[in-house]
């Protein structure tokens, strides 16, 4: 049984950071990549930050600059440290594990950004 517990969500005002954190546990084989998605009320969950096995990075391009992804493979741990945030940018953040078998989500946390 694979799990993904998020963690590191919140209330921040407008311009501040946080930091999210996602630990993966169980029988995982061939991590291939870990990704950050996100999802605000009324629209489709999209793409935020992607690390794969190797650690190539790929950012959306809304928050390129300001969200950085990285990963402790020792730990099965991705982070996303998010700065400048934009009260836009409230919604649901979702971890992504895909191995070369199967893809996992966690069951997110919420960031919600002041104005």
């Known amino acids: 049984q694979v799990q993904l517990v998020e963690s590191g969500g919140g209330l921040v005002q407008a311009g501040g950071s946080l930091r999210l954190s996602c630990v993966a546990s169980?029988?995982?084989?061939?991590?291939?990549?870990m990704a950050w998605y996100r999802q605000a009320p009324g629209k489709q969950r999209e793409l935020v930050a992607l690390i794969t096995g190797s650690g190539g990075t790929d950012y959306a391009g809304s928050v390129k600059g300001r969200f950085t992804i990285s990963n402790d493979n020792a730990k099965r741990t991705v982070y996303l440290q998010m700065n400048s945030l934009k009260p836009e940018e409230t919604a649901v953040y979702y971890c992504h594990l895909r191995t070369f078998v199967q893809d996992y989500w966690g069951q997110g946390t919420q960031v919600t950004v002041s104005s």
């Open positions: 169980g029988n995982i084989i061939s991590i291939t990549a």
